[in-house]
């Protein structure tokens, strides 16, 4: 086969290659507009129905309150009713008792003008008599018209403008959630999830996270508050969660609409203290230490179960209750594990220790954070910056070694410095020392 073949045919081999390339980049774009229609879809669909429920439940209410007010507006005429008619039937039920007593009496009378004369005279007296006691002069007093309630009803015109315009407002359909998941990073035994705002002109008063595992489960709160990151912590590694994100308008009590969830999992094994260890009990998942009284006045430190600290991660010690402090008293990470010592603040050891001061090798550097308290949060963060021989003049005594570029953070500063190590490492273990019992430490 000539040269000019061999090009031909590898040519036509690039070509289709590239073509099935093509294809499946295509394929894939067009599972992603099938993603996106029937989020659409799905979206709107259920836009739809929560829109028919909300209103038809507000229809429902409305109308039972509307029947509520008017029976008790019923309930008002009838007592009023009652309550007016009854001194009129007394005045009648009076009046018709003397209507009687003037019928029977002129009855009395006739026949006492019609009888003979020698009764005539008895009679007329008993008549006269019985006269004078009914008391023909006095008659009862019959309440006026104007005397006499006249119900009506007032009713407020107003009332339904004012309802037509709160009707006409109320509720709103947006195509995008004012809030969206940005990023899902993971970490040992959790996910780090950071959302921002995309609509402007919401104002936020307060965000609110939520999770959970797979695709059936429900939902649980897991933060509610200002900021727009949060870790979620006791989660189990190779397990997908979902997790989506809502935001609360200023001076509003309803939650907006959830962003559009997003899948993540954790392939880090979470970080654990060291079951056993003399001086400390663990929490059920051994990410919470608690200093206890068993080695009182003396020092000790307790390590993690492994070396699971890997650079380019971020750990995290997060103080929970505090105790009696002490000098020696640190947290930080170490490249091994020597049970002969009663404080972090030794060789092969970086540290912070709780006024605040960092240790590297054992020796206090001249940066200061602020001092550990309840509540505080301590970060450390490593990088490799490479590797140096033994005669290079940047090396400090020791030789040369594995240098990591450190940066530790607590409150609102942070101090950054090249630890030099004798020889490479992969991962780092990470560890505690307090004197007195109190103090409690998460780690994440």
């Known amino acids: 086969m000539s040269i000019e073949a061999d090009v031909l045919l590898q040519e036509a081999k690039e070509s289709i290659e590239a073509a099935q390339n093509y294809r499946s980049e295509l394929q894939q774009r067009l599972q992603g507009l099938t993603q996106a229609r029937k989020q659409v879809r799905g979206s709107a669909l259920q836009t739809r129905e929560v829109l028919r429920q909300h209103f038809q439940e507000l229809q429902a209410s409305l109308g039972r309150l509307l029947d509520e007010r008017l029976a008790a507006l019923l309930l008002e005429v009838d007592a009023i009713e009652t309550d007016s008619v009854r001194p009129l039937d007394d005045c009648q039920k009076l009046i018709e008792q003397g209507v009687s007593a003037a019928e029977e009496l002129l009855r009395e009378g006739e026949a006492a003008l019609r009888c003979g ?33 006249c119900l009506s009803a007032q009713l407020d015109d107003s009332l339904l403008p004012g309802v037509r315009d709160r009707i006409f407002s109320h509720g709103s359909v947006a195509s995008h959630p004012p809030v969206q998941i940005d990023e899902l990073v993971e970490r040992p035994g959790g996910i780090l999830v950071r959302w921002c705002k ?26 509610v508050g200002r900021d ?35 899948p993540a999992f954790t392939t880090l094994a979470p970080h654990e203290w060291l079951a056993g260890s003399e001086g400390y009990s663990l929490s059920s998942r051994r990410n919470i230490a608690l200093r206890n009284d068993s080695l009182a006045a003396r020092g000790g430190v307790l390590y993690s179960s492994a070396p699971t600290y890997f650079c380019g991660q971020t750990l995290t010690f997060r103080v929970v209750s505090a105790g009696q402090p002490e000098h020696r008293d640190s947290v930080g990470v170490c490249v091994d594990c020597d049970a002969r010592v009663e404080s972090l603040q030794r060789d092969q050891a970086v540290c912070i220790s709780t006024s605040g001061a960092v240790y590297v090798n054992g020796k206090e550097m001249t940066n200061q954070l602020p ?45 950054v410095f090249d630890w030099l190590l004798d020889q490479s490492v992969d991962s780092l273990f990470f560890g505690c020392s307090f004197t007195y019992p109190g103090w409690k430490v998460l780690v994440f």
């Open 228 to 262: 727009t990151e949060s870790i979620v912590l006791q989660l189990d590694p190779h397990t997908e969660y979902l997790f989506r994100v809502c935001a609360r308008g200023e001076g509003r009590r309803e939650w907006s609409p959830w962003s559009v969830p997003q």
């Open 117 to 149: 004369v020698n009764e005539k005279d008895d009679k007329l007296g008993s008549f006269t008599k019985k006269a004078l006691q009914i008391q023909l002069d006095s008659l009862p007093e019959v309440p006026s018209l104007v005397d006499v309630p």
């Open 198 to 223: 995309v609509d402007e002109d919401f104002v936020v008063q307060d965000y609110r996270l939520q999770y959970r595992r797979g695709a059936l489960g429900q939902y649980e709160d897991a933060y």
């Open 371 to 415: 001092a550990v308290s309840v509540g505080s949060s301590v970060t450390f963060d490593m990088e490799v910056v490479g590797l140096f021989p033994v005669n290079n003049n940047n090396v400090s005594e020791g030789g040369g070694g594995f240098k990591l570029r450190v940066t530790i953070g607590s409150g609102n500063r942070e101090v």
